[in-house]
């Protein structure tokens, strides 16, 4: 049986489930889904924080993207698909793929960061700049207190000759 929500457990979801619906700065461009423009920027922020050549892996960008190998391999197959990336084998270890932007792909992202920088603009106009900095500030304590409790607890059973 699920937990009751308190008075500002149910208000906060009730809010954050709001902005969801908005689908705030989520919506799609051209034939892509957000989350394979949120791959193809994983690609560009890792490559431009890496400086490899011959693109980046799909662990290191599930790593990045905090999500399974396996969803990160089914949006680049789709993307592959679609030409916005290729992929490319090591030719050392012929298990390890590299994946890399296609020339159009560069197009389609500099279109989604302008998008989503005139909707974060509006937003802040609409809000005003007070509200947008107390939101700002707010939303970073959420983030913290989101890391805290999500932090695993340390080990603070002491190892005795059974237990080890």
């Not at 799609?28 to 890792?46: A, K, N, Q, T, Y």
């Not at 599930?62 to 084998?89: H, N």
Request: a positive charge; hydrophobic letters at 35%; one cysteine or more.
């Amino acid at each position: 049986m699920m937990e009751e929500l308190s008075g500002n457990g149910r208000r906060l979801y009730d809010v954050m489930k709001r902005i969801k619906r908005q689908g705030i700065i989520t919506h799609s461009l051209h034939d892509l889904r957000p989350s394979e423009l949120m791959m193809l920027h994983g690609i560009v922020r890792l490559n431009n924080t890496n400086k490899k050549a011959h693109g980046v892996t799909v662990s290191e960008l599930s790593c990045f993207m905090c999500q399974t190998p396996s969803a990160v391999s089914q949006t680049v197959k789709a993307l592959e698909g679609k030409g916005y990336i290729s992929r490319s084998a090591d030719p050392s270890d012929r298990r390890i793929w590299y994946v890399s932007l296609c020339p159009n792909a560069y197009k389609i992202i500099h279109e989604a960061e302008n998008a989503f920088s005139r909707e974060l603009n509006r937003l802040v106009l609409a809000m005003g700049e007070k509200d947008a900095e107390q939101l700002i500030s707010l939303l970073d304590k959420l983030a913290v207190a989101l890391e805290a409790i999500r932090k695993p607890e340390p080990e603070t059973q002491t190892q005795t000759p059974e237990t080890r």
